[in-house]
T-cell receptor, first 112, second 118 residues
Framework: GNSVTQMEGPVTLSEEAFLTINCTYTATGYPSLFWYVQYPGEGLQLLLKATKADDKGSNKGFEATYRKETTSFHLEKGSVQVSDSAVYFCALLSTSYGKLTFGQGTILTVHP | DSGVTQTPKHLITATGQRVTLRCSPRSGDLSVYWYQQSLDQGLQFLIHYYNGEERAKGNILERFSAQQFPDLHSELNLSSLELGDSALYFC?????????????????FGPGTRLTVL
């Protein structure tokens, strides 16, 4: 079956540091890949997506590239802010079933 | 604001009871998905409805059931509640698109219902 593995957290960074959160997946076919963010006390918000190999999703300074050869979709940001503190989820969508399979989530805390 | 609404926001009940969670999808979205978020299991897919019909089931217990009504809102019914059912329950609705000949779907999540079973 499909699965998503994210790097263990929590991740603690100083403001303006570089962020990488690793995500690898196992899936049959050609899934779409997503990063969702959950701010404290809130629901999930879509951060970025990529629908096919070599696509780069980007939003709010975050980027991730769909790498089929390494089955990865790592999230990066060049300079994090305190307001980026949240839980980040990598997910894949199997279009044949419509369900999202999530990674375990990575807690990011950014200090001033 | 995703456009997906869920009620109630919080629910506190006792073991053995039954509760109903409600979700209204974004205008025009025909698909509704239910997910459970708990500390030990993470985010898990429960069930998917499309235009009133069940399309896929995930890790949904037999004590749980769902339906989608003609106006497209959905309800998740949880019965014979146990302490372990305490969790955040999310509803999502989706739009389907095509990019470069590849079909994709994006799910928009509601704010969730936090269920506490005492």
């Amino acid at each position: 079956g499909n699965s998503v593995t994210q790097m263990e957290g929590p991740v603690t960074l100083s403001e303006e540091a570089f962020l990488t959160i690793n995500c690898t997946y196992t899936a049959t076919g050609y899934p779409s890949l997503f990063w969702y963010v959950q701010y404290p006390g809130e629901g999930l918000q879509l951060l970025l997506k990529a629908t096919k190999a070599d696509d780069k999703g980007s939003n709010k300074g975050f980027e991730a590239t769909y790498r089929k050869e390494t089955t990865s979709f790592h999230l990066e940001k060049g300079s994090v802010q305190v307001s980026d503190s949240a839980v980040y989820f990598c997910a894949l969508l199997s279009t044949s079933y419509g369900k999202l399979t999530f990674g375990q989530g990575t807690i990011l805390t950014v200090h001033p | 604001d995703s456009g997906v609404t869920q009620t109630p926001k919080h629910l506190i009940t006792a073991t053995g009871q039954r509760v109903t969670l409600r979700c209204s999808p974004r205008s025009g979205d025909l698909s509704v998905y239910w997910y459970q978020q708990s500390l030990d299991q993470g985010l898990q897919f429960l069930i998917h409805y499309y235009n009133g019909e069940e399309r896929a089931k995930g890790n949904i217990l037999e004590r749980f059931s769902a339906q989608q009504f003609p106006d497209l809102h959905s309800e998740l019914n949880l019965s014979s509640l146990e302490l372990g059912d305490s969790a955040l329950y999310f509803c999502a609705s989706s739009v389907v698109g095509t990019s470069g000949g590849h079909n994709w779907a994006e799910q928009f999540f509601g704010p969730g219902t936090r269920l506490t079973v005492l």
